[in-house]
C-alpha cells in the first residue's frame, strides 16, 4: 500500500497534444501465428523449414548439339534428355517449357499487354502496338523416344506435353530427343526481352546471349505437381537441376563463354590464348587478359568461314546459358573459395572498356567471396560476367550493363550501375540457380533475398556505396502509393503493379530492417546461412524460408511476415502524447516552497490582471484589517506538524524506497501510436538538457495488446529535453513529422532527379528505362 501512496504523484503535462484517433479495432490479429495462411508442413517439408526426410526433387540430364548460323541470326540443335522420376508419383507425362513461344505469332504475352495513346508516342512505343508478324518461336522438328519412334506430344503456348508411351513410374528414367530450332531476335529492339543478339553497326558484328535457347524441363515437385504456368515474359524461371554436356558450333573466330567448365580448349584456343588461360588460373590478384582488345579488333574486320566447337560440361545446375561473338575480349582470375578455386571471368567487347578490364572480373570475384560468406561456399568452378546491355542471369554465366560513352569517360552513375548490376546477377548464382526457389510463381524469393545480399556486397565494395536499394527510407515512397497500387509481396509475379519495388526493394528492405533492426545480426546470419544450406541445390518454398528463420533463431516472427510480406500496410508511428512526472518527495519544505511559488506565480497574475482593472485592488487597499491579517501569516511556512508527519512518514518507508524517493527521477509518460498499420519496434531517442542522448529499443511486441496505441512509462535520471522516434531511419516510417516531441518542422524532401540524356551505358536503345532494367 505503500506504493500507491508513494505514487501519487503531482504531475504536469508538458505537451498537451491532441488525443490521436482511435482504430475501432485496438486489438485485431497482428500478432497471430500465420496458421493457415501457410502450407501444413508434411514428409518433404518439416515444421521447422527444412526438407523433411522423404524429400525428393526430380532430376534431368542433357546432352545438346548446337550450332549457331551468324549469317541469319539463327540456331538448331538436338538435345538428348534423361529424365529421372524421383518422386513417389507415376507420370503419364511430361512438361517442357518452350520459352522462345512467347515471341511467336500466337503468343499471349503481346495480346494480354495493354496499351494506349499519349499525346507523344516514341516509335518504340508504337512498335510494340503494331507488332510484327515476326518469324519467332520454336520450330519443334521432332520429338523422338533414342529408337527413333515419334512420341505423341501437345503444344500450349510456351508448354509442350510430352504423352509417354506408358506411365513413368516412381524410381524410373525415360530417355528422348528434340530436335529444334529458331530465329534469333534482336533484343535491342522493341522486341526487347532477356536473351538474342545486339548487332553493332559500326563493326558489323553480332554479340548472341543465348538463354532460354533449349526446350528445358519444368519443375516437378511435391508442393505444385506440374509448374506449368505459362510463360508471359515476367515471371521467370522454375527448373529442373541436370547435368549438362553442350557442344557449340560457332564460327571459328567467335569466342564462346558458357555455364560449365571448357573441355576442350586446346582445340579452340590460340596456342598464346591457351597460355594464358593456364595462367589466370593460377592469378589471384588481379585478372589475365587471354583475349585482349587489339587481338577482338582484329578479328571484329574479318569473317571467318570455317566453324569450331565448343564443348562445355556442367554438374548440378538448373539451366544453361552462353555467349558467342567475335567481338569478345576475355579476362579471367582465380579465387580461393572453401579450398577450391573458382575461376572468375567476363566477355566484353571494346566498348565496354575501359570500365569492364578495370571492374568487372574483380567484382565478380567480391561477389563471390561476399555472398559465399553469408551463405555457402560458391560450388561451381567457374562464374562469368558478360557486357550484353542488359542484366540476366544463369548458372555459372550472366549479362550485364554498363558501357562508357565513345571517348571512353564514364560518369559514377555508369560505373556504379555496372558494378551494381554485375553483383547483382553474379549473386543470382546463389538465389536462384543455386537456392532454387520457384521464380514464375514467387519474384521475391530470389531477386528480393539477391538484392538484400547485393545491398551488404555493395557496402563491402565501397564505403558510403550508393546503393539504390537495401536502406528502409528508400523504401518509403513506394510504401507511401495510394492503396490500388500496392500489392502484398506474396504476390505472383505476373500480378505485381510496381514491380521493381514490390519484388525488389520492399523484400530486401524488409531482410535488412530484419537483420539490423528486429533480430540483430548474429541471430539473422545464423538463420539466414541455415536457410541457405538447407535448401542450397534444392527446391524451397516461402514457408521453408519464413519456418527456418524462425526455427534457427527463436524470434517469432509471424507478425513480420504477416505485415511486411502478407501486408501492404506502411509504417507510420508517431509519439501523440509526452507527459513529465516528477515524485511527489512529501517534505514540507518542498511541498510548501512549490505552493508558495505557484501561489506568487497566480499572485502575480492577478495584479496583473488588476492593473489593467484596478477595482478589486481598491477593495483590499480599503480593508487593512484583512490586509494585517494575511501579513501576519504565512502560510506557507512549514509548522512542526508537517515536520513530525515528514518524519513518521519517512520512518514508515523501507531504505530502497526512501531512496528513490530522494532521487529526483523523472518520469516520461509517452504515447506512441500506430498510424500506418504495419507494427515495428519502438526506437527512441532522448535527448537530454545536459546535451547528452540515449536511445531506447523495445520490441514490436509492446504493440501485441493493442495495435493502435500504446503508452509506456521511461524513468530517467536526467532531464528529458526533447525525443525522437527512430533516429536513425531504421524502420521505413512514411510520415517522419510525427516522431518527435516537441513537434519539428521537418523541411519536405524531394529528390534530385536529372534525366539520363542517352541510354544507360550509351550506345544503342531509345529507352533509357527499359534498358536499364535488371532481372
Ligand atoms: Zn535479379
Same mark, same amino acid.
Given at each position: 500500500m505503500k506504493k500507491t501512496i508513494l505514487f501519487v504523484l503531482m504531475g504536469f503535462m508538458l505537451s498537451p497534444l491532441a488525443q490521436g484517433q482511435h482504430s475501432e479495432q485496438n486489438h485485431a490479429e497482428r500478432f497471430e501465428q500465420l496458421g493457415p495462411m501457410l502450407r501444413s508442413p508434411n514428409v518433404y517439408r518439416t515444421a521447422s523449414g527444412a526438407p523433411g526426410h522423404m524429400y525428393w526433387q526430380q532430376k534431368a540430364d542433357h546432352e545438346i548439339e548446337v550450332e549457331l548460323d551468324d549469317e541469319n541470326q539463327s540456331i538448331t540443335g538436338t538435345q538428348k534428355v534423361t529424365y529421372f522420376n524421383n518422386s513417389p508419383d507415376q507420370l503419364n507425362y511430361l512438361w517442357i517449357q518452350? @520459352?522462345?513461344?512467347?515471341?511467336?505469332? @500466337?503468343?499471349d504475352t503481346h495480346k494480354i499487354a495493354p496499351s494506349k495513346i499519349d499525346s507523344r508516342m516514341s516509335l518504340r512505343q508504337l512498335e510494340t502496338i503494331l507488332?510484327?508478324?515476326?518469324?519467332?518461336?520454336?520450330?519443334?522438328?521432332s520429338v523422338r523416344d533414342l529408337q527413333g519412334n515419334d512420341i505423341p506430344v501437345t503444344i500450349n503456348k510456351t508448354m509442350m506435353r510430352l504423352d509417354l508411351p506408358e506411365p513413368l513410374k516412381a524410381g524410373e528414367t525415360f530417355e528422348f530427343r528434340v530436335d529444334w530450332s529458331f530465329n534469333i531476335h534482336?533484343?535491342?529492339?522493341?522486341?526487347?526481352?532477356?536473351p538474342g543478339y545486339e548487332y553493332f553497326e559500326k563493326d558489323g558484328n553480332y554479340l548472341y546471349t543465348m538463354a532460354e535457347w533449349f526446350p528445358r524441363m519444368a519443375v516437378y515437385s511435391d508442393f505444385e505437381g506440374w509448374q506449368n504456368k505459362q510463360f508471359y515474359g515476367r515471371g521467370e524461371f522454375a527448373l529442373t537441376f541436370g547435368d549438362y554436356k553442350v557442344s557449340i558450333t560457332v564460327p571459328a573466330d567467335h569466342m564462346v563463354g558458357s555455364t560449365g567448365v571448357l573441355q576442350n580448349p586446346e582445340e579452340v584456343l590460340s596456342p598464346t590464348e591457351l597460355d594464358r588461360w593456364n595462367q589466370a588460373q593460377q592469378a589471384f590478384d588481379k585478372p589475365v587478359v587471354i583475349r585482349t582488345q587489339a587481338e577482338a579488333e582484329r578479328l571484329e574486320k574479318g569473317r571467318a568461314k570455317d566453324k569450331k566447337t565448343w564443348i562445355f560440361h556442367a554438374e548440378n545446375v538448373r539451366d544453361f546459358a552462353w555467349t558467342s561473338s567475335r567481338k569478345f575480349i576475355w579476362d579471367a582470375m582465380a579465387v580461393e573459395l572453401g579450398g577450391k578455386n573458382v575461376m572468375a571471368m567476363s566477355y566484353y567487347g571494346k566498348e565496354g572498356n575501359p570500365l569492364w578490364e578495370q571492374y568487372s572480373t574483380r567484382v565478380v570475384a567480391h561477389t563471390l567471396k561476399s555472398y559465399s560468406e553469408k551463405t555457402f561456399d560458391y560450388p561451381y568452378p567457374v562464374a562469368i560476367s558478360v557486357e550484353g546491355s542488359n542484366g540476366m542471369e544463369y548458372p555459372m554465366i550472366c549479362f550485364n550493363y554498363g558501357r562508357p560513352d565513345e571517348d571512353g569517360t564514364y560518369s559514377e552513375a555508369v560505373k556504379y550501375g555496372m558494378i551494381s548490376v554485375i553483383i547483382h546477377e553474379v549473386g543470382h548464382n546463389f538465389f536462384p540457380m543455386i537456392v532454387n526457389s520457384d521464380e514464375r510463381q514467387w519474384s521475391w524469393m530470389d531477386e528480393g533475398l539477391n538484392t538484400f545480399m547485393q545491398f551488404m556486397a555493395e557496402q563491402e565494395w565501397d564505403r558510403d556505396y550508393p546503393s539504390r536499394r537495401g536502406p528502409a527510407h528508400k523504401i518509403v515512397p513506394y510504401m507511401r502509393s495510394e492503396k490500388h497500387l500496392l500489392e502484398p509481396i506474396m504476390t505472383n509475379s505476373e500480378n505485381i503493379i510496381q514491380f521493381g519495388p514490390n519484388a525488389y526493394a520492399k523484400p530486401a528492405t524488409a531482410l535488412n530492417i530484419l537483420r539490423e533492426t528486429v533480430m540483430g545480426r548474429e541471430l539473422f546470419d545464423y538463420a539466414f546461412k541455415e536457410y541457405s544450406q538447407r535448401w542450397k541445390f534444392k527446391h524451397p518454398t516461402p514457408e521453408d524460408f519464413f519456418r527456418t528463420m524462425e526455427d534457427a533463431s527463436a524470434v517469432d516472427l509471424d507478425w513480420f511476415w504477416r505485415g511486411w510480406f502478407f501486408g501492404t500496410e506502411p509504417v507510420d508511428m508517431a509519439i501523440s502524447e509526452v507527459n513529465h512526472y516528477k515524485m511527489d518527495s512529501k517534505d514540507p519544505k518542498e511541498i510548501k516552497a512549490r505552493q508558495k511559488e505557484a501561489f506568487e506565480r497566480e499572485e502575480d497574475y492577478i495584479s496583473k490582471a488588476h492593473n489593467r482593472n484596478d477595482i478589486a485592488q481598491t477593495v483590499v487597499e480599503s480593508d487593512p484589517e484583512t490586509r494585517d491579517f494575511y501579513n501576519s501569516f504565512d502560510r506557507f511556512r512549514v509548522t512542526p506538524e508537517d515536520e513530525k508527519e515528514y518524519k513518521e512518514f519517512m520512518a514508515r518507508l523501507s531504505e530502497k524506497e526512501r531512496e528513490l524517493l530522494n532521487s529526483g527521477m523523472n518520469f516520461y509518460e509517452i504515447t506512441f501510436e500506430n498510424i500506418g498499420g504495419l507494427v515495428m519496434p519502438l526506437i527512441i531517442e532522448f535527448n537530454y538538457r545536459d546535451g547528452t542522448s540515449e536511445i531506447e529499443r523495445i520490441p514490436a511486441e509492446i504493440w501485441r495488446l493493442n495495435e493502435s496505441e500504446v503508452t509506456k512509462v521511461f524513468p530517467k535520471k536526467k532531464e528529458v529535453q526533447s525525443i525522437v522516434l527512430d533516429p536513425y531511419r531504421e524502420t521505413a516510417d512514411i510520415d517522419e513529422a510525427n516522431n518527435y516531441w516537441p513537434r519539428q518542422q521537418l523541411p519536405s524532401r524531394f529528390e534530385l532527379f536529372k534525366q539520363n540524356s542517352g541510354a544507360r551505358g550509351a550506345s544503342t536503345g531509345d529507352n533509357p528505362m527499359k534498358r536499364a532494367r535488371r532481372r
Open positions: 518452350l @520459352d522462345q513461344n512467347e515471341r511467336a505469332k @500466337d503468343s507488332w510484327h508478324d515476326l518469324d519467332l518461336g520454336y520450330k519443334i522438328n534482336d533484343r535491342m529492339s522493341f522486341i526487347g526481352g532477356r
